[in-house]
């Protein structure tokens, strides 16, 4: 008979803070600047260069904490992490071991069978992320960029709670929406902002213990993140079903071929020699400053999913997906205070918008439209001085350029024509052009209008309104 096995996983979740300069020196966290461009003799680690803690990264990892319920350390540390790798300028990491900052938390997620499930949290700590090493092929050498050395990183360690990539998935979508809505990162997995190293092992489904684990790093994308956490369950199985052990040790995860490989054995604690920094001083949180930081959590997504629901009187499918990316929430409150128009505003967000952020590979975080924008788009459509198909139209150019749609329509000549006088006209040659479709109409044939309703608004360039034009039809037919 067959063995099952269980799963079990915990992450190690890295977050790029979005802080305006690093963790420990003045240089800047810029993404995409030319290499070395950023960095100091802090963040290269020059002798005698002394780090200074930047105080809005330790407010960002206790909102973090606060936001997924875990235990605010009052008194905390930093330690170093020694290794030795060219990307690694100090030859140390400043990290926290002992005392991290935040400990015993957790999120709660939804399982693929509709219920709760809470994944704990072990800690959260603040360290400093390493340089980037570029590996030339041509050349047959490996450059390394220290830009990235020094960028304030918190690192979120889960319980090994799930179960499955499914759980995986809604745990890092949970995290990635908490920490959006405090604007602590953008975590945008391409640019490296939200990293997860995956711990996984497997058992025989009922056992007690847990399996050996490996670590598995150079995930991306949460499709990568799935298709590692298959792979490698399939890889530990196979080894248990053939007798063999599975061995402890870090492996990258190669997504084109779909497969992982051994990188190094996994190393303990000691093998870091870990101690605490001695050019930092301990923090010490008062209750001041966590109360502060406590009144300015912001509303979060379950918070804001009820509250629109109460207001707006929107579909739930669409306060699912609006709420989902804390810029759609954003402009959707800005927007519909200035409209009043909810309905429309969420019609506008849902359609056109997510059509041009699939087609044009847009991140919601970089939706460049303003509120204001949209506001005066749909005034404009309201009103009548442009009809839907001209305010897709404009809608297009705001999705790229956000540029204002009351200076466009004018600069373009884009409004409707209200001129009767004019319709009249068009209307009447669209009428003598198309003697057969006037023929069907009068004999019944209701769609033969359609046709002439799309000649007449070719002809006027599509700055006619629809209703008028079907309107003058059937009174002159």
């Not at 979005?18 to 003045?26: E, L, N, R, S």
């Not at 390394?144 to 709670?161: F, K």
């Not at 059509?355 to 919601?364: D, F, G, N, S």
């Not at 460049?368 to 749909?378: D, G, T, V």
């Amino acid at each position: 008979m067959a063995r099952e096995y269980e799963t079990v996983i915990g992450l190690e979740v890295h977050v790029e803070l979005a802080t305006k300069t690093k963790i420990f020196c003045g240089c800047s966290t810029a993404f995409g600047a030319a290499p070395n461009t950023q960095i100091c003799p802090v963040c290269t680690g020059m002798p005698g260069s002394l780090p200074v803690l930047n105080r809005q990264v330790l407010e960002y990892a206790i909102a973090v904490g606060l936001a997924t319920d875990c235990e605010i350390t009052r008194y905390a540390k930093f330690d170093r992490k020694n290794y030795f790798y060219p990307d690694n300028p100090q030859n140390y990491q400043i990290s926290q071991l002992y005392l991290p900052i935040c400990r015993n938390g957790g999120v709660e997620i939804e399982t693929a069978e509709g219920g709760v499930k809470r994944v704990g949290i072990h800690e959260i700590h603040m360290e400093e992320d390493a340089g980037k090493l570029l590996h030339d092929d041509w050349e047959d050498c490996s450059l390394v960029d220290y830009n990235r050395s020094g960028v304030p990183l918190i690192e979120i360690v889960s319980e090994p709670d799930m179960r499955s990539a499914e759980e995986v998935i809604a745990y890092l979508e949970k995290l990635r929406l908490i920490i959006q809505y405090l604007g602590a990162s953008d975590c945008k997995l391409q640019e490296g902002s939200m990293r997860a190293d995956v711990n996984l092992s497997v058992r025989e489904a009922g056992a007690a213990e847990f399996g050996t684990r490996t670590e598995m790093k150079n995930l991306n994308s949460f499709k990568a993140i799935s298709r590692a956490i298959e792979g490698e369950r399939e890889r530990q199985i196979d080894l248990l079903e053939a007798g063999e052990k599975v061995v402890q040790e870090t492996r990258r995860w190669d997504d084109t071929k779909g497969e992982s490989y051994a990188m190094r054995s996994k190393e303990d604690a000691q093998d870091y020699r870990y101690f605490p920094d001695p050019d930092l001083v301990p923090i010490v949180v008062s209750d001041e400053m966590l109360e502060e930081i406590r009144a300015r959590q912001p509303e979060f997504r379950t918070e804001k999913m009820k509250r629109y629901r109460e207001e707006f009187g929107i579909p739930d499918y669409d306060i699912e997906i609006i709420t989902g990316f804390k810029r759609m929430a954003d402009i959707f409150e800005a927007a519909t205070a200035i409209c009043g128009q909810p309905k429309k505003v969420s019609n506008w967000l849902m359609g056109e918008t997510l059509r041009l952020m699939k087609e044009r590979e847009v991140e919601a975080e970089d939706l460049r439209f303003s509120p204001e924008n949209l506001a005066k788009l749909i005034a404009l459509t309201d009103a009548r001085v442009i009809n839907s198909s001209v305010a897709k139209e404009v809608f297009e150019v705001m999705f790229e350029e956000n540029v204002d749609p009351e200076k466009y329509v004018e600069e373009k000549g884009l409004r409707t024509v209200s001129d009767e006088g004019a319709l009249r006209r068009t209307v009447e040659e669209v009428i003598a052009a198309n003697p057969q479709s006037v023929e069907d109409y009068r004999n019944g044939k209701e769609k033969a209008i359609g046709f002439l309703v799309g000649q007449t608004m070719k002809a006027m360039k599509g700055k006619a309104d629809p209703a008028a034009v079907n309107r003058m039809l059937k009174e002159l037919l």
